[in-house]
Nanobody, 117 residues
Framework: QVQLVESGGGLVQAGGSLRLSCAAS???????MGWFRQAPGKEREFVLA????????YSRAAMKGRFTISRDNAKNTVYLQIDSLKPEDTALYYCAAGTTMGEIAHWGQGTQVTVSS
């Protein structure tokens, strides 16, 4: 059974950076690992993902500049680097594992990111 534990969220000023971590237990080599976020009053949205080989998938072009995903297979950990944070990035960020990002098998509990203006 795969378990995902996120960390690294917090309160940060606009323009700052955060690095979120998702530590996995169990085998994840056959999963694509990704990040979703859910802002208050909004639906959960896909941010970006990475497969075992390091190939990245972005939800939209706007994500590509400020969001970076990486994966340390030896540590079974996925990272999300967010730069130039904006207040609209405020959300609960979830780590996910699935065969595709449309078929999530495992979710983390989420880590809160709050960006002040």
């Amino acid at each position: 059974q795969v378990q995902l534990v996120e960390s690294g969220g917090g309160l940060v000023q606009a323009g700052g950076s955060l690095r979120l971590s998702c530590a996995a237990s169990g085998r994840t080599s056959n999963y694509i690992m990704g990040w979703f976020r859910q802002a208050p009053g909004k639906e959960r949205e896909f941010v970006l993902a990475i497969n075992w080989s390091g190939i990245r998938t972005y939800s939209r072009a706007a994500m590509k500049g400020r969001f970076t995903i990486s994966r340390d297979n030896a540590k079974n950990t996925v990272y999300l680097q967010i730069d130039s944070l904006k207040p609209e990035d405020t959300a609960l960020y979830y780590c996910a594992a699935g065969t595709t990002m449309g078929e999530i098998a495992h979710w983390g509990q989420g880590t809160q990111v709050t960006v002040s203006s």
